[in-house]
């Protein structure tokens, strides 16, 4: 086996293992970014949390409000913030009205 496909079995087995946790989030491992993200539904609507590895995005999801990154966009704004952190300009975002966009 290759180290890609190393690599990708063991990112399939922490998406796996995390989505068995968390069966309410959509979970994955962003191939581009190298980041980890789920879309996990808060008190004010769906949330998208970004981490460095498997094990942080776990606490990103237990606690999604008070993660730091990407920061949600406060409802209301004119224009809609672009998430980049180690992303690529335009990349994927949070409307203001909490709806995600690519």
């Not at 989030?25 to 949390?49: C, E, I, K, N, Y």
């Not at 335009?90 to 409307?95: A, K, S």
Request: aromatic content about 10%.
């Amino acid at each position: 086996m290759t180290t890609v496909a190393t690599g990708e079995a063991t990112a399939a087995s922490a998406v796996r293992e995390l989505r068995a946790r968390f069966p309410a989030a959509v979970v994955w491992f962003g191939p581009f970014t190298g980041r980890w993200w789920a879309m996990v539904g808060t008190d004010h609507g769906p949330r998208l949390v970004e981490a460095i590895t498997p094990a942080e995005l776990g606490r990103a999801i237990a606690s999604p409000a008070a993660w730091p990154w990407p920061r949600p966009t406060p409802r209301g704004d004119a224009e809609p913030e672009r998430h980049s952190r180690g992303g690529r300009p335009g990349g994927p975002g949070v409307l203001p009205n909490g709806v995600w966009a690519w």
